[in-house]
């Protein structure tokens, strides 16, 4: 059954790479990460730990945030408010007054910075000492209440936390509140911050790539000597609606969503990720299937892959088995420039969809013999008809999305 | 209605529940009838610096053995899941990869986490056992219940604070009319936590008291813990495999305020607009609508602002419409109190009866609603309910049930 195209006709970003999608796409096309120094200074992180992060540099988010209002809010907020309405702006919609508009964001985290202020001062000062303030932007879905207060959108306003799978997930939502009546305008999106109590914690779970002797800390998606992730941070937003009323005003289109799939590997660990990839592989391919689509038809892998020792593993052996040992199309890799969190992988997806170019990871260096996908080599790819966006998440959570240029 | 006819009907075949009554199903029945709350002193973490000193916490002596490595949100889900999926009989072995699991939760394994802090910034990095925060994260139980469950197929949790529960079910409404899914196991888990308590209290919002809704001297709201988990399936699905529906989920709807991050609208405009499309999406009438399950916090504004909302919607009718608070019982389960009221609300449908709230304050006139207090309301011609949560940032969710035999 085709269900009616629902297209993404504006993005909004910020993140490690700056403002915009002009200086996202630069920096997926250097291939290189982008990467800050994270604060170490309160003495959180132990000796040898990952001292890099995905953050956002100073930016000026006024155009779209003005102090006043930006004042009171936690950075997820802000960085949610500012990409909404930068999203909105990229669409050219010339009003939302009187639309029904639904806001559906994913957050990993949610407020962490407002919530260690929080916790600290409960358990530091006392409760007595607790500020309304930071409770009412510490819960997780601040931001996507902030992003309704600022578009005025009545719709649904559902914060979806599904960690890795989360920014798919909500792109799904969103689609299908567009698609299925509920909303005429959907702005969905992903947003998190990372801070240095995180970034620790993390850190001793062995997230986050540390350096070694024979490597720096940079991700290595799929490479023999990857050791953990880029933990990124920012906002990516996009607007969706139906493609007959986005070409009726005469929108500029992105790109068209056509499937999404969800699944779940039951035996992933609490904070890792699984073995299923047979189950992972049947799950998408029906999910292709009802949706109409021939995975043969996928001309590029938009892959989740972040360096993530055993959620590369997965993923590999998970596209492995949905295309029955077939060569894998071109296979892009854009956590290992954007880091994961922070909404950056959704916006490298919609770029990709308009044929943004991918440059060499530079950190590739040494192939893993037992995934058999390697990253791209920066050669110029065509432009994609139809990619497939990965998403695995540590502890199990799994969603595909299939992204096609209009 | 048009457009229910449009989509497979979606029953519920299995309820499951942890509340501070104890722990499953019969034990939250029994509490509900009884009318006398569970709100009061509580030890789950030393509260004599809060503000206020009441909650309603969770027997945890009487539960299962502790699985390892769960957080208590997570416990406390994984067994409302294992009581709902062996109600409902489904045997998921057969179906893992067409289930799933919808989930709310608005603090997932904060308690955990603030142990964990605490230890960290007055004893040092070492002295923080890392075991404390592996389920920290707001998806915590709803993953832990799908491993549990050994479930493949779509998992979401959904983090929209009092409503995110009540949007699970609907997401998994949805999620079984398309046929993306042909078992949902739905519902929300949260544990009491230090976090939530002094961050209401700094709010102002909760009460020394336990909480007495749409009361003339309310002052706030109690806090509470617990999970509610329902099994949803398609009619022709449940009735093929011999299975005895306990009610039709008929319906469900989200808006938002989009007025104010922590006050509701004043006239309820969000709400009764979830409410109406709630309606229009089960295709039901609101004149079919026989008891009300109201979010019914006990705060001043929000228990006037839903009172609006239900005149907005039922008109000259409200005021003949029994209207409940399941909160003024077991107290605000926040991420996971519209699941554990969509329990109460189909317990209700099925029992044909409404349960009370205690009887323990005066009426307020001006809110024009016909109270349940003192003892349940028998109600032999039920046909249908609505369970309406409304969170903190305008979100709004609206589940609407059916009686099985009334539709």
């Known amino acids: ?406 | 209605m048009p457009r229910a006819e449009q989509h497979p009907a979606i029953v519920v075949t299995g309820l499951g529940a942890v509340t501070p009554y104890g722990w499953g199903v019969d034990r939250l029945w029994e509490g509900l009838r009884r009318g006398v709350t569970a709100i009061g002193p509580f030890s789950r973490f030393d509260n004599a610096r809060h503000r206020t000193h009441v909650a309603a916490e969770v027997p945890l002596a009487e539960g299962p053995e502790p699985p390892p490595r769960l957080s208590l949100a997570d416990r406390f889900a994984v067994a409302a899941a294992h009581e709902a999926v062996s109600r409902a009989g489904v045997d998921l072995s057969v179906c893992a990869e067409r289930t799933g699991v919808f989930f709310g939760s608005s603090a997932g394994g904060m308690l955990e986490g603030e142990w964990f802090f605490d230890a960290h910034i007055h004893r040092g990095a070492r002295h923080a056992k890392q075991g404390l925060v592996v389920s920290q994260q707001f998806n915590g139980p709803g993953d832990a219940v799908a491993r549990a469950l050994k479930v493949g197929g779509h998992v979401e949790t959904i983090s929209s604070a009092c409503a995110s529960s009540a949007m699970a079910i609907g997401a998994a409404l949805q999620g079984l009319r398309r046929g993306d899914v042909d078992v949902a196991i739905a519902g929300g888990s949260d544990a009491l936590c230090q976090l939530t308590y002094a961050g209401f209290n700094a709010l102002r919002s909760v009460d020394e008291t336990p909480s007495r809704p749409f009361r003339k001297d309310r002052l706030g709201l109690s806090l509470g813990e617990g999970a509610g988990v329902l099994v949803l399936e398609r009619a022709t699905d449940a009735a093929a495999r011999g299975a005895t529906p306990v009610a039709i989920l008929a319906g469900e709807a989200s808006t938002c305020d989009a007025h104010h991050m922590t006050a509701p609208h004043p006239e309820g405009i969000g709400a009764s607009s979830a409410i109406r499309i709630a309606l229009a999406d089960a295709g039901l009438d609101a004149s079919f609508v026989d008891f009300v399950n109201a979010h019914g916090t006990g705060t001043p504004l929000n228990d006037a602002s839903e009172a609006a909302a239900l005149h907005a919607v039922f008109g000259a009718r409200t005021g003949s419409i029994p209207v409940t608070s399941t909160k003024a019982l077991i107290g605000h389960l926040l991420g996971s109190a519209g699941a554990i009221e969509a329990v109460a609300t189909v317990l209700c449908l099925a029992r044909r009866e409404v349960h009370p709230m205690p009887d323990d304050g005066a009426i307020e006139p001006e809110l024009g609603l016909d109270l349940v207090l003192g003892a349940p309301r028998s109600l032999p011609d039920v046909r249908a309910a609505i369970s309406t949560s409304l969170a903190f940032g305008g979100a709004n969710a609206v589940v609407v049930f059916s009686r099985v035999d009334a539709a």
Not at chain 1, 47 to 66: C, E, F, I, N, T
Not at chain 1, 269 to 276: F, L
Not at chain 1, 366 to 391: F, I, Q
Request: net charge neutral.
């Open chain 1, 1 to 406: 059954m085709t269900a009616e195209p629902i297209a993404i006709t504006g993005l909004g970003t910020v993140g490690p790479h700056g403002i915009g999608a002009g200086s996202l796409a630069s920096a997926l096309a250097s291939g290189r990460p982008l990467a800050s120094t994270i604060d170490r200074s309160a003495g959180y992180h132990a000796v040898g730990s990952s001292r890099l992060a995905g953050l956002v540099p100073k930016v000026d988010l006024s155009p779209w945030l003005p102090a006043a209002e930006a004042r009171r809010l936690s950075m997820p907020s802000r960085y949610a408010v500012a990409a909404g309405r930068m999203s909105v702006e990229d669409a050219r919609l010339p009003s939302l007054e009187g639309r029904n508009v639904a806001i559906i964001l994913a957050t990993a985290f949610g407020a962490l910075l407002f919530t260690e202020k929080l916790v600290r001062q409960i358990l530091d000062e006392g409760p007595e000492s607790a500020q309304p303030f930071y409770f009412s932007e510490c819960v997780a879905n601040a931001a996507a209440a902030r992003v309704a207060l600022a578009l005025g959108a009545h719709g649904a306003n559902v914060t979806i936390t599904e960690r890795e799978a989360g920014p798919l997930l909500a792109l799904a939502r969103g689609v299908r509140e567009v698609r299925e009546g509920r909303a005429e305008i959907a702005i969905v999106g992903a947003v998190d911050e990372m801070t240095p109590l995180v970034h620790a914690l993390l850190d001793r779970f062995r997230g986050p790539a540390r350096a070694s002797r024979d490597h720096d800390e940079a991700p290595r998606p799929f490479e023999a000597r990857r050791d953990g992730v880029l933990a990124g941070e920012g906002a990516s937003v996009v607007v969706l609606e139906r493609e007959s009323e986005a070409k009726a005003r005469g929108a500029r289109l992105l790109a068209r969503v056509t499937a999404s799939v969800a699944a779940f590997d039951a035996t992933a660990p609490v904070v890792d990720w699984g073995s299923g990839a047979g189950p992972l592989a049947r799950a998408l391919h029906g999910g292709l299937s009802r949706a109409g689509h021939d995975i043969a038809s996928i001309d590029l892998i938009v892959s989740g892959a972040s360096g993530a020792r055993r959620g590369d593993r997965l993923e590999a052996h998970t596209l492995a088995a949905a295309w029955t040992g077939a060569p894998l199309p071109p296979v892009v890799v854009p956590k290992a420039v954007v880091g994961e969190y922070g909404g950056g992988f959704l916006a490298s997806a919609v770029l990709a969809a308009g044929g943004a170019a991918f440059g060499k990871i530079a950190a590739y260096e040494v192939s893993d013999p037992e995934l058999h996908v390697a990253p791209h080599d920066g050669r110029p790819l065509p432009a994609p008809s139809r990619l497939l966006a990965t998403s695995l998440a540590a502890g199990g959570a799994a969603a595909w999305a299939v992204l096609e240029r209009p």
